[in-house]
C-alpha cells in the first residue's frame, strides 16, 4: 500500500484518499471549516493548508490527494501562521467579543476552538459589520443568526447533496455575500422539511 509521512509518521493510504483523508485516519487533527464529510470538497476556506516538501505553496490538505513518498508538516510554521491570518479574518466579522479577557476557556463552537487553539487575538472590529441574512423570521423550528456565519457553505451543500432539497442559496457578492433562503426567503415556499441538516452541520451554530 503507499505511505506518505505525515508530521514524522509513515502512514498507509488507500488509493483516492487525501491528505486530510489520510492525516485524520492515524488521528492527526488537521483543521476544516468548509469541508466536511460526505459534502463536495470546495477548498474554499483555506485553513487546511499543509507544507508538502517540494512545493513552493502550501496546499490545501481537504483537496490535495495523498502521494507515495510525499513528505507533509501540518503545523509547520508558514502553515500556522497561513491558518492564523484565516481566522483573523473571519474574525472581522464574527461576534467574539466573549473570547477576550478570559473567555478563552469556553470557546461555543468549531470555529472558536480553532480561534483559541491557535491563540488569536479578539480585536475590536472597526469599519465591517456583522453579517446578516435570512434569518427564517416566524420559523418556530430553525431560526439562523447570520452574524455567526463564516460563509464555509457547508449548510448549503448539505441542504443540497445529502438532503437534496436545496433550499439554502449563496446570494449578494463580495462583502455582502450571505447564506439565504432560497425564493422569497420562506422556508415553506423554498421546499423545507425542517430536517435540521444545516443546523447540525454548522461549525458556528449560525
Ligand atoms: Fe480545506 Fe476549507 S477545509 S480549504
Redo the contacts with the bound molecule.
Keep these: 500500500m503507499p505511505a506518505l509521512t505525515i508530521d514524522g509518521r509513515t502512514i498507509e493510504f488507500q488509493p483516492g484518499a487525501t491528505i486530510l483523508d489520510a492525516a485524520r485516519a492515524a488521528g492527526i487533527d488537521v483543521p ?4 466536511y464529510p460526505r459534502l463536495p470538497t470546495v ?6 493548508l499543509v507544507t508538502v516538501e517540494g512545493q513552493d505553496k502550501l496546499m ?4 490535495t490527494p495523498a502521494a507515495d513518498g510525499m513528505v507533509v508538516q501540518t503545523e509547520s510554521p508558514a502553515a500556522v501562521e497561513n491558518r492564523r491570518g484565516v481566522l483573523q479574518f473571519l474574525l472581522e466579522r464574527y461576534p467574539a467579543a466573549h473570547l477576550q479577557n478570559g473567555g478563552r476557556e469556553h470557546p461555543r463552537n468549531e470555529f472558536e476552538r480553532y480561534v483559541v487553539r491557535y491563540d488569536v487575538p479578539v480585536r475590536p472590529r472597526h469599519e465591517l459589520p456583522l453579517r446578516t441574512g435570512d434569518e427564517r423570521p416566524g420559523d418556530v423550528m430553525i431560526q439562523h443568526d447570520m452574524s455567526l456565519c463564516v460563509l464555509c457553505t457547508r449548510c448549503v451543500r448539505a441542504c443540497l447533496d445529502i438532503q437534496e432539497v436545496g433550499v439554502l442559496e449563496v446570494g449578494e457578492r463580495g462583502g455582502e455575500t450571505c447564506i439565504v433562503v432560497g425564493g422569497d426567503g420562506d422556508p415553506d415556499h423554498a421546499g423545507c422539511t425542517w430536517c435540521g441538516e444545516c443546523v447540525r452541520v454548522c461549525p458556528t451554530g449560525a
Design positions: 476544516t471549516l468548509c469541508w477548498g474554499n476556506c483555506r485553513i487546511c490545501p490538505a481537504c483537496a
